[in-house]
């Protein structure tokens, strides 16, 4: 891939899809109120673009587009076959686009462009390669009966679409929880109104472009972008939308389930985590310090399972704390797009605020900080990479979401020691354990409550694996074969063979 652009292309690029208007139905439009909102920039902010603020009413249009094509338009004829033929052509489209892709979520979100390049576009088009492989192979079954009213039948399932999914985005790496959305719910028959974030929408908006230009018929994927209070709501409380698919946090998903639940409108959720990295005496010390340092850091510690509860064995606990934080010490904060620069800020002064206040509890809770700490606001949202030692799992840090670059080192003495702080927390989605011993290795990752664990390795994701959690952490799966059926309902069908 090529060098990261600069803010002067970024911004040239992001305001030439459409004016950032709505696409709905094939087509770019303005809100139905003409109402707009500011993409504004963590590193200077500054406005850097202005999207359509979406409004219940154009949920509702697009909603109608994407019924029209599941009920009787072209989608709805084609076969596994050609839908797989053009989720691949869009693979291809955003193999393409993918500097500029990542240089648009970089750009909102004050990341460097280097970490979507190498992780987001590449799992994004891989899953879009997988869901178009699942497009022809979504299969029935026959199961056998002992008939009816001692008549013989036979007996098959068909798998068939959800319907229209209203699909709600998060900030932090949008393209490509995007593609773990749209990939498999493509794949599987399905329409769909997609949301943004309003932080983020400039990557969504592309990505409407190229399905156009893919040749997905148009209606089959929306974009609506807007405020979730607005937009995502009206998603949520439409009758015309079958199912919601949603990445945030906790406190959203609950809502979004009482919305649903009168309704009964499927729902898959994506939620937080506070993931335990387990470290053991006899792991490779510097393998593990490299790792959790990943998991702590990686995007500036905003992702749902970045693996921010530090657990290491006691004999160990002081030298490998000194490790992570002189990692943590070593990371050049600042502008992303100047040299040398690792880590830029967080993505609102909401989580500057959030992170900062957390940081401020953690010493008053008792923590010994070793590194980072609070950090004074001058301009853009930064903050210092920061480590707490000698902590408690009772503590806030340690029990809540921080979703910023902040680790808490928490002793253990055994095995089943470890094992029960790691599940002392109300979220399940991501564990690691670093070890050098296989059989405990199998033990631990059985043990430990979580929908995905790495065993010497952060954050096992992969477009063939299923991804999601349990608990706080979520309901439901994406990715793999797991994402692709849980945009199908199971029909049975029994046909008489007598007379």
């Given at each position: 891939m090529n060098?990261?652009?600069?803010?002067?292309?970024?911004?040239?690029?992001?305001?030439?899809?459409?004016?950032?208007?709505?696409?709905?139905?094939?087509?770019?439009?303005?809100?139905?109120?003409?109402?707009?909102?500011?993409?504004?920039?963590?590193?200077?902010?500054?406005?850097?673009?202005?999207?359509?603020?979406?409004?219940?009413?154009?949920?509702?249009?697009?909603?109608?587009?994407?019924?029209?094509?599941?009920?009787?338009?072209?989608?709805?004829?084609?076969?596994?076959?050609?839908?797989?033929?053009?989720?691949?052509?869009l693979?291809?489209?955003?193999?393409?686009?993918?500097?500029?892709?990542?240089?648009m979520?970089?750009?909102?979100?004050?990341?460097?462009?280097?970490?979507?390049?190498?992780?987001?576009?590449?799992?994004?088009?891989?899953?879009?390669?997988h869901?178009?492989?699942?497009?022809?192979?979504?299969?029935?079954r026959?199961?056998?009966?002992?008939?009816?009213?001692?008549?013989?039948?036979?007996?098959?399932?068909l798998?068939?679409?959800v319907?229209?999914?209203?699909?709600?985005?998060?900030?932090?790496?949008?393209?490509?929880?995007?593609?773990?959305?749209?990939?498999?719910?493509?794949?599987?028959?399905?329409?769909?109104?997609?949301?943004?974030s309003?932080?983020?929408?400039?990557?969504?908006?592309?990505?409407?472009?190229?399905?156009?230009?893919a040749?997905i018929?148009d209606?089959?994927?929306?974009?609506?972008?807007?405020?979730?209070?607005?937009?995502?709501?009206?998603?949520?409380?439409?009758?015309?939308?079958?199912?919601?698919?949603?990445?945030?946090?906790?406190?959203?998903?609950?809502?979004?389930?009482?919305?649903?639940?009168?309704?009964?409108?499927?729902?898959?959720?994506?939620?937080?985590?506070?993931?335990?990295?387990?470290?053991?005496?006899?792991?490779?010390?510097?393998?593990?310090?490299?790792?959790?340092?990943?998991?702590?850091?990686?995007?500036?510690?905003?992702?749902?399972?970045?693996?921010?509860?530090?657990?290491?064995?006691?004999?160990?606990?002081?030298?490998?704390?000194a490790?992570?934080?002189?990692?943590?010490?070593?990371?050049?904060?600042?502008?992303?797009?100047?040299?040398?620069?690792?880590?830029?800020?967080?993505?609102?002064?909401?989580?500057?605020?959030?992170?900062?206040?957390?940081?401020?509890?953690?010493?008053?809770?008792g923590?010994?900080?070793?590194?980072?700490?609070?950090?004074?606001?001058?301009?853009?949202?930064?903050v210092?990479?920061?480590?707490?030692?000698?902590?408690?799992?009772?503590?806030?840090?340690?029990?809540?979401?921080?979703?910023?670059?902040?680790?808490?080192?928490?002793?253990?003495?055994?095995?089943?020691?470890?094992?029960?702080?790691?599940?002392?927390?109300?979220?399940?989605?991501?564990?690691?354990?670093?070890?050098?011993?296989?059989?405990?290795?199998?033990?631990?990752?059985?043990?430990?409550?979580?929908?995905?664990?790495?065993?010497?390795?952060?954050?096992?994701?992969?477009?063939?694996?299923?991804?999601?959690?349990?608990?706080?952490?979520g309901?439901?799966?994406?990715?793999?074969?797991?994402?692709?059926?849980?945009?199908?309902?199971?029909?049975?069908?029994?046909?008489?063979?007598?007379?």
């Amino acid at each position: 891939m090529n060098s990261p652009s600069t803010p002067a292309a970024q911004l040239a690029a992001a305001q030439d899809i459409a004016a950032l208007e709505l696409f709905i139905g094939g087509r770019f439009v303005p809100a139905s109120d003409g109402g707009t909102l500011d993409v504004v920039s963590p590193v200077t902010e500054d406005v850097i673009a202005t999207s359509a603020s979406g409004t219940a009413a154009d949920v509702d249009t697009a909603v109608k587009a994407a019924r029209a094509q599941l009920d009787g338009g072209e989608w709805r004829r084609m076969s596994g076959s050609q839908r797989g033929l053009l989720i691949h052509r869009l693979a291809d489209l955003v193999a393409r686009d993918a500097d500029l892709i990542a240089d648009m979520d970089a750009s909102c979100i004050g990341r460097s462009p280097i970490e979507p390049r190498l992780l987001d576009l590449p799992n994004a088009i891989e899953t879009l390669r997988h869901s178009a492989g699942w497009a022809d192979k979504i299969e029935g079954r026959t199961i056998p009966t002992p008939g009816y009213m001692g008549m013989p039948t036979m007996s098959y399932t068909l798998r068939e679409p959800v319907g229209v999914v209203g699909a709600i985005v998060p900030w932090n790496t949008p393209f490509m929880i995007t593609a773990w959305k749209l990939g498999p719910l493509l794949a599987a028959g399905c329409t769909v109104v997609l949301k943004p974030s309003e932080e983020t929408p400039l990557s969504a908006l592309h990505l409407a472009k190229l399905c156009q230009e893919a040749g997905i018929p148009d209606g089959v994927v929306n974009v609506v972008t807007g405020y979730g209070r607005v937009v995502g709501k009206a998603l949520c409380e439409h009758p015309g939308v079958d199912k919601i698919t949603f990445t945030g946090s906790p406190e959203v998903g609950a809502e979004i389930q009482r919305i649903a639940g009168p309704l009964f409108k499927r729902v898959s959720l994506e939620l937080g985590g506070k993931s335990p990295q387990i470290v053991f005496d006899d792991a490779s010390l510097d393998a593990a310090a490299q790792g959790c340092a990943m998991g702590v850091f990686f995007n500036q510690g905003q992702i749902c399972a970045a693996g921010t509860r530090v657990l290491v064995q006691r004999g160990i606990a002081e030298r490998f704390a000194a490790m992570l934080a002189g990692a943590a010490k070593s990371v050049k904060v600042g502008n992303p797009l100047d040299e040398g620069v690792q880590m830029g800020p967080v993505s609102k002064k909401g989580q500057f605020e959030r992170v900062n206040r957390y940081i401020r509890q953690g010493i008053a809770e008792g923590a010994t900080l070793l590194a980072g700490g609070e950090t004074t606001h001058t301009k853009g949202w930064f903050v210092q990479p920061t480590i707490f030692a000698d902590a408690s799992n009772s503590m806030s840090i340690a029990q809540d979401e921080i979703f910023g670059p902040v680790a808490t080192i928490i002793p253990f003495d055994t095995e089943e020691d470890a094992i029960r702080i790691a599940n002392d927390s109300r979220y399940g989605l991501g564990a690691t354990v670093w070890t050098g011993n296989v059989a405990r290795a199998h033990r631990v990752a059985q043990a430990v409550r979580a929908g995905a664990v790495g065993i010497n390795c952060w954050a096992p994701i992969d477009a063939r694996l299923p991804w999601g959690g349990v608990g706080s952490s979520g309901i439901g799966r994406e990715c793999g074969l797991s994402g692709v059926l849980a945009y199908t309902e199971e029909k049975a069908i029994t046909v008489l063979l007598a007379g």
